[in-house]
């Protein structure tokens, strides 16, 4: 494999989660939900505050995202890539990531204007999206959360897409359960949640449009090259 070209994949893997940390930033800055990936995470960081523990949200998706990792060894055994263990380093970085700009943004410093916290929701969202955009478009191996549910819905025989749904929709109601129970009330789950889960996947495809060919380029130097590094197995199975 071209060294040079893996260090700029590499390069562009960890700017699109940069970039996606800082639009998680900004939607804890709302206070209207964040994204159904990050509920989970947020939920614990937030429960365990309660006790008087600070977890911050960062190092909440470590752990959590280290458990999903765990989950595709324990469904895959012997067929599980050891390429994808870098799931758990790509995770470190994300975390680190997340509580940086959460300095940056002061996210526990929630807004308390509605339109300007329905601005950032909708700011946030948008980075997202650029985000993983971005970080698809490098061709490395899945984020946990999705290697996960690629990995249930491979064992399931069903498609990525609808165990994407259940596997979204269950972190979500697990997180609401916590919250319930722990800090009696909701908190860290909202509008907003719903709203991600809704819109980051429809901005998704018109930014790749934009993004893609320049990041191809980056990447691979052409198309052609990028179709070869599939070819050659170097591409974890994306839908």
Known sequence: MNVKGLLSRILVYVVGLF??????????????????????????????????????????????????????ILIKRRKFPLIDLTQVIFSVIFGYFTNFTGMIT???NYLTNLPLRLVFMAVS???IALGVSIYMNAKLVNMPMEG???????????????????????????ALVLSLVF????????????????CVGLLVRPIQKLVSPALTQFCFGSVEREEEVQAEGCVTAQD
């Open 19 to 72: 970039i996606m940390a800082f639009g998680v930033s900004l939607s804890l800055k709302s206070n209207l939900g964040v994204s159904p990936v990050n509920s989970l995470p947020n939920e614990i960081s937030l429960v365990f505050k309660s006790f008087g523990i600070n977890l911050s949200l960062g190092n909440a998706v470590i752990i959590i995202f280290s458990c999903y990792v765990l989950v595709q």
């Open 106 to 108: 002061d996210a526990n």
């Open 125 to 127: 969202m948008v980075f």
């Open 148 to 174: 996960m549910t690629l990995a249930i819905a491979e064992k399931l025989g069903k498609p990525f897409a609808r165990v994407k749904v259940v596997v979204d929709c269950s972190t979500v109601i697990l």
């Open 183 to 198: 800090l009696h009330g909701i908190k860290g789950v909202g509008i907003g949640t719903v709203l991600a889960a809704i």
